[in-house]
């Protein structure tokens, strides 16, 4: 057995060094009794030092594990000195923030990110078994798909110098995708039932527990899909999910329902089980002014949506998931499908308790003169968009897609509530470590 040292505890003839491996959320016991050499070495192993011990697996007779080791030998591979960080049982997240490079040698921390890697599998698992293929589309893009301005520009030029872009690299402007979306929607009008899944960038400057400058996005896309599909797929994708880390996280899951957050078990398994809730935006207008309550920002039609708004919806409304559709043309990308009405669009939106928004998404305007005019009213040049209007040119279908804040699942699924303690390296305004 190869781990680090939790902890080491004397009892004269025997000594107790715990050991883990990060694999699990349980360490494994080693009993040194052997010979006092060997007590020795075990009394002065130091919290954090690499080891590697070797003896027979025994039953246990101790509470709360099956298994203990013997060890035979034990041999320090590298010790951790005392000014090793974690050797205090419990730290607090923003003091683990400022060492994110240690922080997955405490329990919690490695356990956000064994449920990250089960949660990104059943992301894999569930496309797969739907007959999904998935596409890796580009970090580096020429457009801005949310239309949003939120871009982070990539450059080769010198800071102060030409700013050009026809002097630059790719001789035009370039930045981080802040969705493969556009990229997708092609690949879904030739392949049928396509996904990608991959890291994204938006440059937008809020300072809240739910947004970061880089995050991982899963962006499904459906082909011969309507709006109703799209809302199907994403409440079985969300509930597979939930599913998937109650069976598979079993250990971990029982870690942040006793630490984190009281009732996330029972909270998860609503989300399995319980259909979502559907509200059109106007319901949902109706809903919360009707609801008596004093928002700070009073709800009106034509004005978005805020996490207080989300939230009552959700956690008190609801009380469980609810998929918000067909929101006002303007507050929405020039990809979304007009409705009949003329005024609203084939958005929606899952928010979550706790959490808000998880999943926004829409069917895909596929008319082409409806989507040349969005493009002009939304002040985009039909000449930079003039390869994703060719999908409307030849042989256009309806189709529609979504995407998942993947940090926000981790969210979901482990009780956590800021972002920046569920991604290894968070990198938000005016902080990135290295
Ligand atoms: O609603 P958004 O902006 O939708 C899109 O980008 C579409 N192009 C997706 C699509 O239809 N293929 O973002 C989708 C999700 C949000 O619901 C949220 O969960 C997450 O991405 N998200 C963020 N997560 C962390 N930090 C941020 N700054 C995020 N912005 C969006
Ligand atoms: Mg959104």
Request: charged share 25%.
């Amino acid at each position: 057995m190869k781990g680090w040292v939790k902890t080491v505890r004397d009892h004269r003839d025997f000594v107790f060094v715990e050991l883990g491996d990060g694999s699990c959320l349980e360490n494994l016991q080693v009993v040194v009794e052997a010979d006092e050499a060997l007590r020795e070495k075990a009394r002065s192993l130091a919290t954090g030092a690499s080891v590697a011990a070797s003896g027979a697996f025994s039953p246990s007779p101790a509470k709360g594990q099956k298994w203990e080791l013997r060890a035979k030998t034990l041999e320090l591979l590298c010790p951790a000195p005392e000014d090793y960080p974690l050797q205090k049982k419990r730290h607090s997240d923003e003091f683990l923030r400022t060492i994110a490079h240690l922080r997955p040698r405490t329990n919690k921390y490695a356990a956000v990110f064994r449920v990250r890697a089960a949660l990104s599998r059943a992301v894999s698992d569930f496309f797969a078994a739907r007959g999904f293929l998935q596409v890796h589309t580009p970090v580096i893009t020429a457009s801005d798909c949310e239309g949003a301005g939120e871009l982070f520009r990539v450059t080769t030029l010198a800071p102060g110098k030409d700013t050009d872009p026809t002097a630059d690299f790719f001789g035009r402007g370039a930045y981080l995708t802040v969705s493969g979306q556009l990229a997708l929607e092609m690949f879904a009008c030739a392949l049928g039932d396509v996904y990608t899944f991959g890291p994204t960038f938006r440059a937008e400057n809020s300072h809240t527990a739910r947004h970061a400058a880089e995050f991982w996005m899963v962006e499904p896309e459906s082909a011969f899909a309507d709006a109703s599909d799209n809302m199907a797929l994403a409440e079985d994708f969300l509930r597979f999910l939930a599913e998937r880390a109650l069976s598979d996280c079993a250990s971990d899951l029982g870690l942040f329902d006793r630490f984190v957050t009281p009732g996330l078990i029972t909270s998860l398994e609503g989300i399995a089980k319980a259909g979502f809730a559907r509200v059109s935006y106007t319901e949902a207008v109706e809903i919360l002014k009707k609801s008596g309550k004093r928002f700070e920002y009073p709800p009106e039609w034509g004005r978005d949506l805020q996490t207080e708004h989300e939230r009552f919806l959700t956690d008190v409304h609801v009380k469980g998931a609810v998929i918000v559709s067909d929101y006002p043309k303007s507050l929405k990308p020039f990809y979304m499908r007009v409705n009949d009405d003329g005024r609203t669009v084939a958005a929606m939106a899952v928010l979550v308790p706790r959490i808000g928004e998880i999943i926004g998404g829409s069917q895909r305007e596929e008319r082409l003169d409806t989507l040349a005019a969005r493009l002009a009213e939304t002040g985009l040049s039909a000449q930079d968009y003039g390869w994703y209007l060719d999908s409307r040119r030849y042989g256009s279908v309806p189709h529609s897609g979504f995407g998942l804040g993947f940090e926000r699942l981790v969210m979901l699924v482990t009780g956590i509530s800021n972002i920046r303690d569920v991604i290894a390296y968070p990198r938000t305004p005016g902080a990135i470590s290295f």
